[in-house]
Nanobody, 114 residues
C-alpha cells in the first residue's frame, strides 16, 4: 500500500515562504498526475496545484504567481514552493494523485500569521 508523507509546513508570517515536500513509498510520481491539496477545518479539501506526467502545471486561481509545484528528476518527490504567503493560505496541506487514488497522509500544517 502506498504511503504518502508530507513535510515542510510550519508557522510563518504573512509575506513569508515555505517549501513543502511530498514523498511516497511507491513509484507513483512517474505514473500519475500529482497534486497538492489543502483543507481547513469545516471545509472541503481543495486542489491547490497539480503537475502532470509531462510536466504541465495548473494552479488554484488564488495561488497563481505565488506557488510553484515541481518534482525532482528521480521522480521520488514532489514539492510545493510557496511565496508571499497570506493568512488565508493557512491549512493542512496534503499530496496525492489527481484524482486521489491513494490513502491520504497526515498532511503538513501551514499557519500564516497576519
Amino acid at each position: 500500500q502506498v504511503q504518502l508523507v508530507e513535510s515542510g509546513g510550519g508557522l510563518v508570517q504573512a509575506g513569508g515562504s515555505l517549501r513543502l515536500s511530498c514523498a511516497a513509498s511507491g513509484s507513483i510520481f512517474s505514473s500519475n498526475t500529482i497534486a497538492w491539496y489543502r483543507q481547513v477545518p469545516g471545509k472541503q479539501r481543495e486542489l491547490v496545484a497539480e503537475i502532470t506526467r509531462s510536466g504541465s502545471t495548473n494552479y488554484l486561481d488564488s495561488v497563481k504567481g505565488r506557488f510553484t509545484i515541481s518534482r525532482d528528476n528521480t521522480w521520488k518527490a514532489v514539492y510545493l514552493q510557496m511565496y508571499s504567503l497570506k493568512p488565508e493560505d493557512t491549512a493542512v496541506y496534503y499530496c496525492n494523485s489527481r484524482p486521489a487514488l491513494y490513502s491520504w497522509g497526515q498532511g503538513t500544517q501551514v499557519t500564516v500569521s497576519s
